[in-house]
């Protein structure tokens, strides 16, 4: 064994946009070992459950993170459905499926222009981002804000698409996909983006299963799991299957993200297609009683809230287990093993979201 | 078309039991989903939540909060130190046998930790005691 040095990464980086802290455990350029440590920005919004309202807990749910704002209110709400037995209008479901993959889109392009900025390929980066752009303006107009959708409540949705702008979504969507596919095909063909992902943190079918992994990273393993399997929202009425790799490397892990991109247009569309009229919310009675886990799949993979009703207007308890922490056992695992200058790529690879994890 | 609620069967067991049914679980090819602590008047409810093939199910134990000890699970399932360390440092719990123990330092928070107190608990300690209510003449 070599002389061993300890590399503090993080909490402040520059491909990091968010803290959080490894120890690298390094013997030259080689990492032998990553110790990772969270908490940096933790904003207790779990115990504020005990003294909002349960209704007005939808608000703080969909601030836990600003890019699946839209699928945290969604899963939130879709606990308490659970937890009341609440029948949720059809239009509604349809409704949280397209905003749900909206987000999802504008989440996967925000990262693949971070993982392409992570080595140093400046232009790429900017596409990936000026193509976000007109679907950020998409979500405005249709849920009224950019980031905070606020559209997702108990129940139900708060506003309706109206059946012309739905004609206008679909046509901007188009548009959008074409571009998407430009720029993902970037990804997928490009020599230096391969030399920089394909061999590059690479981690077992087995591995990343028994280490707990999901989303992208899950399934870039050849782990076919996808919440949305669940049939949760009208995802039980749309033809789609989970999106796998088996290379298990970061290259395997940006072509799930860039294929699902290609997944999500075609979920709107199909739900643009199915959508029926009627409406969009029910009148919520009572106080929730009992606990319930609801899974969705967000962009970085099975967001879990889980809430315990009293049998009053405050929770007894709310948990969010979100999909950076249960990927931070698989990014130690990735990283033994490495060299140095890879890391960057490697702990981007797992799309981390930090304010996520610091619920 | 009717909304969509998965079943979530919940296995209360004694700790003495936890590892083994664990290892079951492992065995019959379940991943591990989360475990989280709930802090209720007596107890702590610690549930483990695992999935197969879309199957949810949790097992939970219910231990005093005078004795709240608990063996670890990262024998089984490796990547349960996360969630360990976070019963640790934020619960107070102590977790026995962890693989990758941080010994209170997995989170760094600028409150003193651990929250484990309930919401009545944390209103009487914030309410003003009869000692130091301003204005009061003694």
């Given amino acids: 064994m070599g002389k061993q040095t300890i590399i503090p990464f993080g909490p402040q980086h520059p491909v990091l946009p968010e803290p959080i802290h490894l120890d690298l455990v390094l013997e030259d350029e080689k990492v032998v070992q990553a110790i990772p440590s969270v908490g940096f920005i933790h904003r207790g919004l779990e115990r504020l459950a005990e003294k909002r309202e349960f209704a007005e807990m939808v608000y703080v749910g969909e601030r836990i993170c600003g890019i699946c704002s839209f699928i945290h209110s969604h899963a939130f709400c879709h606990a308490i459905e659970g937890v009341m037995k609440i029948e949720v209008p059809e239009r509604a479901q349809y409704l949280r499926v397209i905003w749900g993959e909206m987000s999802r889109i504008h989440s996967h392009l925000l990262w693949l222009g971070l993982m392409a900025d992570s080595f140093g390929f400046e232009n790429l980066f900017m596409n990936s981002w000026r193509i976000r752009e007109r679907l950020l303006d998409l979500i405005e107009a249709t849920a009224g804000g950019r980031v905070i959708f606020g559209s997702c409540k108990v129940g139900g949705v708060r506003r309706d698409i109206q059946a012309d702008s739905m004609t206008d979504v679909f046509k901007e969507l188009r548009e959008i996909e074409e571009m998407s596919r430009e720029i993902t095909s970037v990804f997928e063909k490009d020599s230096s983006v391969k030399q920089r992902t394909v061999g590059v943190g690479v981690i077992s079918k087995e591995d990343a299963y028994q280490l707990g992994a999901v989303g992208p990273v899950l399934r870039a393993s050849g782990n076919a799991i996808d919440m949305r399997q669940l049939g949760y929202g009208a995802y039980g009425n749309l033809q789609f299957a989970p999106i796998v790799e088996t290379g298990g490397d970061c290259y395997a892990r940006t072509m799930v993200r860039c294929r699902e991109t290609h997944q999500s247009f075609g979920l709107i569309r199909q739900a643009i297609e199915k959508i029926t009229s009627g409406p969009i919310e029910v009148k919520i009675t009572g106080m929730p009683t009992g606990e319930f886990f609801a899974r969705l799949e967000q962009p970085r993979g099975e967001v879990l809230h889980y809430v315990k009703g009293n049998g009053t207007k405050f929770l007894e308890r709310y948990r969010v287990r979100t999909p950076t922490f249960a990927n931070v056992p698989p990014l130690v695992h990735m990283l033994a093993g490495c060299q140095l200058a890879d890391v960057p790529v490697i702990v981007l690879s797992i799309d981390p979201c930090i304010s996520c994890t610091e619920r | ?138």
């Fill in chain 2, 1 to 138: 078309m009717t909304t969509q609620f998965e079943e979530q069967p919940v296995l209360n067991l004694d700790r003495k039991d936890l590892v083994s049914k664990v290892a079951e679980l492992k065995k019959d090819g379940y991943r591990l989903v989360q475990v989280c602590a709930t802090t209720l008047a007596e107890t702590f409810d610690i549930t483990y939540s695992f999935d197969k093939a879309y199957k949810f199910t949790s097992l939970r134990l219910s231990v005093p909060r005078a004795d709240a000890v608990v063996p670890s699970i990262t024998g089984e399932y490796f990547g349960a130190f996360t969630y360990e360390n976070e019963l640790q440092d934020l619960f107070g719990l102590k977790v026995t046998d962890l693989k990758l123990d941080f010994k209170g330092n997995f989170y760094h928070l600028a409150k003193k930790t651990p929250f484990n107190e309930t919401k009545a608990e944390a209103e009487k300690a914030a309410a003003p005691s009869a000692e130091n209510t301003p204005g009061q003449v003694n």
